[in-house]
């Protein structure tokens, strides 16, 4: 649900996962749901949720270091199956890159030990996303709320997780960091199997948002909307994006 009263369901609470707090925030009173160890009814969080708020943002912490996931799931993923991805070494791509490298000691990370640590990355993202996320699915579907709800699914950033022979995040443009997910779902209200091929940024969220519920989008905004690629219109071809990263917006005292 899309409107003027937003929560951000952060980090801190693992919003919506058995064992954790879910935080809501609405109607100048905060509301707390505690969903118990395998237990926990997801839907009657969700229900308190989105009762109080018109737009609902989950963010969940996996996968992250350190990577994990419980043992039934990890025993799925073997490390003989993980393909190491090829590289190119660090220091020939320039110094920040190579300094990064060295500072984290990754030389000294061996095949296998990339191997294991891809293979717990993968059983996080199934334990710590897709378990958690299809949690959530199946409360608005039990709850009667789907057809009234756009559930959008992004990643704040992206993993290494081999390119470069390194694992986790740094402040550089590498595509591995920058390619993230945005997938887009709202039964009758989006194509099914739809894909899309233009060029997204965050900053298209909501104005993609406010287009798709009835909304005016305000003129100021950075971002554009996404609905009309959506729904399968083809972008101009020469359309770019601009993305930076660093430091030097910090001053001295920061």
Known sequence: NCGPKAVDIGDEGLALRPGNLAHVFGEGQAVMGVIV????????????????????????????????????????YGAAEMKVPDYIPAKQLGARLDEHSR??????MTPQTLKDTMRYYYAGIEWGVDQQVGLVLDALEETGQMANT???FTSDHGDFMGTHRM??????????????PMIWWAPGHIPKNQRATTLAQGIDFFPTLADMSGGDIPSDLPGRSLKPFIHGERDADDRAIYTSTGFDDLDDEQ
């Open 103 to 108: 500072a984290m000691r990754f030389a000294d």
């Open 37 to 76: 160890d395998g237990s926990g009814d997801v839907g009657q969080a969700l229900s308190l949720a989105v009762d109080a708020v018109d737009d609902l943002h989950i963010s969940y912490f996996d996968p992250h270091p350190p990577y994990f996931a419980p043992a039934d799931v990890v025993k799925r």
């Open 150 to 152: 756009i559930v959008v």
């Open 167 to 180: 694992v986790r995040k740094g402040m550089f443009l590498y595509d591995s960091l920058l390619h993230v």
